[in-house]
């Protein structure tokens, strides 16, 4: 009885731990793609990885003056094809190059007035807040 006490308690703080973890590269991929298509400005924003010593007010408006173009671009093209009908990813190509984990996802997209699939890919960076899109 004390062993699978034990055993019951170290499953419960796994599973907890697991619940609480950063996203995965897919996850994040999916989510920048779908937020994109979206309009959510805010949200594809924070997913991009911007270096600790270039983290600046200045350079996150920049960045967002940028993404306002490209969101728009997709946006349009979304419309145009009818809005998204499903994204998926594929399993990340995960790399590490000296003391930096990088992934490389495809996100596949299908419009709802298109047969194929569209695929894009985004590329990762591993930061101490979770995953990031490295543009």
């Not at 731990?17 to 991929?29: I, K, R, T, W, Y």
């Not at 600046?56 to 946006?75: F, I």
Request: glycine share 6%; net charge positive.
């Amino acid at each position: 009885m004390r062993s699978f006490i034990k055993f019951f308690s170290v499953m419960l703080c796994s599973m907890m731990l697991f619940a609480c973890g950063s996203d995965s590269p897919e996850q994040v991929a999916e989510k920048f793609v779908s937020n994109i298509y979206k309009g959510d400005i805010k949200s594809v924003a924070e997913l991009v990885y911007i270096p600790e010593d270039k983290d600046t007010p200045e350079v996150k408006m920049q960045l967002e003056g940028k993404l306002n173009m490209m969101v728009g671009d997709a946006m349009a093209k979304a419309n145009r094809l009818g809005g998204v009908d499903k994204i998926t990813t594929e399993a990340a190509e995960l790399a590490e190059m000296g003391n930096i984990k990088a992934a490389r996802v495809a996100v596949n997209v299908k419009f709802k007035n298109e047969e194929k699939v569209r695929q894009n890919h985004v590329k990762l960076v591993e930061t101490k807040k979770g995953w990031k899109v490295n543009l």
